[in-house]
Structure formats: structure tokens, C-alpha cells
């Protein structure tokens, strides 16, 4: 069935550094690649998303890349703040019509440390 | 707009006891999509519902299921509930797919006694 894996599971990280979230689907039909983030108590929220049309998709301090060949992508922050600090989501989806689900990886808890 | 609503937010049942959650969406939004968010798991989907029709399914026990309304309103039902189905029920609502931003309700939080 479908399967996303998410490494790590935990990151800190020094303020102003880079943070790198790694995830791996397994169904090669996926086309839609979302990141959520939930901060400690609260609802996801999408931060980026990319569409397989794309390679590189940038959003002021946040990216995402996707290889379709190796069926991974990832979310890359730079000059962390400490208003990153949340659990990170990454979830595929394949669209068949207008119907689709989203398969979420496990998270990765990022903490920024001032 | 007013956000995605989730009633009740926290619930404590019994073992064998069944509970109805209930997700208002976004006005407008005609997909609602429901998730169990357990510490181990992650978020896991459960189903989507699209003017009163399920979509999709994951994969769970015939326990889970759930219903929408022509107003988009959608309800989830557990039956004979088990301790490990204490979780966080969310739901989300886009305009009409998944692939479309998904906008979270804040949860109801469920404890199996």
C-alpha cells in the first residue's frame, strides 16, 4: 500500500542554521506533495506544497525539492528562527479524478535553539 | 471566514461505548477529510467525503465510519471502541479536493477507558 517515511524524527538545530526534513514515498503515482506544520498544541497548517510538474518550489526561507526518480523530496529551512520550533509533516498524494488521499509521513520535531 | 469547528473537543469514554465526532468545514468547502493523530502513528487518514459521497477510504476497521451532509457538515462514528483507538480525531475541508490546501479543525481529543 501507500507508504511515506519521514526522516528524522527529531532535529535541533542552532538559530540561524539550516534545517533539512527528508521523506520517501513509495507509490510512484503520487503527484501532490504538501508540508504541514504543527506547533505544540495547535492544528497543521500547509507551509509548502509542490506538484510533480516541478522539481524546486521556494517560498521566502522555505523550499522544497522533489526526484521523482528516487521518489523522495524534501523541505529545506534556512536562518532558522525559534518561531520554527513545531512538528513537521510531509504527506503524498496521487490523484485519480478528483479523488485522492493524503498519506503523511510520521513528523519530525524540529527545535531552533536561540 | 470562520474556521473549521470541531465539536466535542475532548471526549472520555468506556471500552465497547460508541461516539459520534462531529466537523463543520470552511463555508464553501465541499471536501471534509478525516485523520487519527496518535503520538506512534503520526496522522493517518481515515476517509474524504465530497457532497455526501465517500471518496476514499484508509485503512481501518469496518468500526470507523463516517457521513456527510448536503450542508458539507460531516460526522464520524467509532463503534465498540477499544483503549488503542484513544487518539486526536481531526478533520480538514478544502474546496474540493486533497490536493488543494487541506485547513485543519483543532481536533477532538478521545480517551478509551
Known amino acids: 500500500g501507500e507508504n511515506v517515511e519521514q526522516h528524522p524524527s527529531t532535529l535541533s538545530v542552532q538559530e540561524g542554521d539550516s534545517a533539512v526534513i527528508k521523506c520517501t514515498y513509495s507509490d510512484s503515482a503520487s503527484n501532490y506533495f504538501p508540508w504541514y506544520k504543527q506547533e505544540l498544541g495547535k492544528r497543521p497548517q500547509l507551509i509548502i506544497d509542490i506538484r510533480s510538474n516541478v522539481g524546486e518550489k521556494k517560498d521566502q526561507r522555505i523550499a522544497v525539492t522533489l526526484n521523482k526518480t528516487a521518489k523522495h523530496f524534501s523541505l529545506h529551512i534556512t536562518e532558522t528562527q525559534p518561531e520554527d520550533s513545531a512538528v513537521y509533516f510531509c504527506a503524498a498524494s496521487r490523484s485519480s479524478g478528483n479523488t485522492g488521499k493524503l498519506i503523511f509521513g510520521q513528523g519530525t520535531t524540529l527545535q531552533v535553539k536561540p | 471566514k470562520a474556521g473549521v469547528t470541531q465539536t466535542p473537543r475532548y471526549l472520555i469514554k468506556t471500552r465497547g461505548q460508541q461516539v459520534t465526532l462531529s466537523c463543520s468545514p470552511i463555508?464553501?468547502?465541499?471536501?471534509v477529510s478525516w485523520y487519527q493523530q496518535t503520538p506512534g502513528q503520526g496522522l493517518q487518514f481515515l476517509f474524504e467525503y465530497f457532497s455526501e459521497t465517500q471518496r476514499n477510504k484508509g485503512n481501518f476497521p469496518g468500526r470507523f465510519s463516517g457521513r456527510q451532509f448536503s450542508n458539507s457538515r460531516s460526522e464520524m462514528n467509532v463503534s465498540t471502541l477499544e483503549l488503542g483507538d484513544s487518539a486526536l480525531y481531526l478533520c480538514?475541508?478544502?474546496?474540493?479536493?486533497?490536493?488543494?490546501?487541506?485547513?485543519f479543525g483543532p481536533g477532538t481529543r478521545l480517551l478509551v477507558l
Open positions: 480538514a475541508s478544502s474546496f474540493g479536493t486533497v490536493q488543494e490546501t487541506q485547513y
Open positions: 463555508s464553501g468547502h465541499r471536501s
